[in-house]
């Protein structure tokens, strides 16, 4: 097993000011320097340092607690999404990522022996990040046993009362204690919010069983539209404290005890073709009004053909068409994959 990193003094990193950088994963001492992506307004209200040692690129100085918390306020894009678009999201997370355990003889043996009350006795799957609940009630009807956990107490009792599905709110450390261990544990854009990766992590590994797989899904610091988009990314956000690349969320991951790390990436069905892209739709208002027109026509008519665009032209409204929509995608799970360097979400599976 990979040794654990040492406790991690982020006395220097909480504190505003002119303080020396402490990198929140590897603990990494040097003087700040320059930020690699500066503030920007209440869009951006921190800086971003990359640590010269592991790679991560994360809030400088770091945010006590509280102020990290306060930036999730009813302006919290994630629970401002129109419900199809939730739908279609939760459809492409569990294609990506969930879908080829079901031809796994473990996931099959355990759909087989329950029958119709397969829901109840399938492999274990932790959710954490569930939101109102779509992915996890998804994957319970696919046949998981499925345990949500999100810091909103509002999406929870959304997520319990409308699916009836076993949920939590709260942080995972304070109910490690209580969980048993899950076969699978999914962290769907989560990882880019946590204000400790290594504790976090590391408080993952004690709730996944023993060969048991661990899932992330996190914007792609090293994927080409970072790399052209600049500080105009739409993965820069107020609320993405901490950005990886393949190189740093691998050795983080090793470093905190998983084996067989793969990584790879893809794009969020609703920015694959250049023209839904925030980052060139920015640059094409710059342009005078008829030659930014005939551009984003051009554009918009190359954009066809893209692996996840049904899913934009017909999202499923509700849980039985979402089900549908996986049940035609499934045996393809891969579908729309591609390098680390390429997709605009960098994807890791690793193993306890």
């Known amino acids: 097993m990979a040794t654990m990193p040492h406790a991690i003094n982020t006395t220097a990193a909480t504190a505003d000011g002119d303080a020396g950088f402490v990198c929140v ?24 340092h990359r640590c010269d040692s592991c790679g991560v690129v994360q809030q400088f100085p770091r945010w006590a607690a509280p102020k990290i918390t306060a930036l999730y306020d009813q302006g919290y894009y994630v629970f401002a999404e129109r419900e199809e678009h939730r739908w279609a999201r939760a459809v492409q997370q569990y294609v990506i990522h969930l879908a080829s355990f079901e031809a796994t003889p473990a996931f099959q043996d355990a759909h087989r022996a329950t029958g119709a009350a397969h829901h109840r006795q399938g492999l274990r799957l932790l959710d954490i990040g569930c939101a109102r609940g779509h992915l996890a009630a998804l994957a ?13 107490a509002d ?14 709110a709260g942080s995972l450390a304070s109910h490690a204690g209580t969980l048993m261990p899950f076969d699978v544990i999914l962290l769907g854009d989560v990882i880019e919010h946590v204000p400790d990766p290594v504790r976090f992590l590391q408080d993952v590994r004690k709730v996944l069983m023993p060969g048991g797989t661990l899932c992330i899904d996190t914007p792609n610091w090293g994927g080409f539209w970072r790399r052209w988009g600049g500080s105009g990314w739409l993965g820069l956000n107020r609320f993405h404290i901490n950005l990886f690349d393949a190189e740093s969320l691998g050795g983080l991951l090793t470093r905190c005890g998983f084996t067989g790390v793969h990584l790879a990436a893809y794009t969020h069905y609703r920015y694959q073709g250049w023209i839904a892209r925030p980052e060139v739709r920015r640059w094409i208002s710059w342009l005078p009004g008829f030659l930014g027109w005939r551009i984003g026509r051009f554009l918009e008519k190359r954009g066809g053909g893209r692996a996840w665009s049904h899913l934009v032209a017909n999202p ?37």
């Open 25 to 48: 994963c590897c603990g990494k001492e040097r003087r700040a320097g320059l930020p690699v992506v500066r503030s920007a307004g209440d869009a951006r209200p921190f800086e971003l």
């Open 140 to 152: 319970r009807q696919r046949g998981w046993r499925v345990t949500g956990l999100d810091l909103s």
């Open 155 to 168: 999406a929870i009792s959304e997520a319990a009362v409308r699916f009836g599905l076993d949920v939590r």
């Open 316 to 352: 499923p409204v509700d849980l039985d068409a979402a089900v549908q929509r996986v049940q035609s995608l499934a045996a393809n799970p891969i579908v729309g994959m591609q390098s680390p360097t390429r997709g605009d979400n960098l994807i890791a599976r690793a193993s306890r």
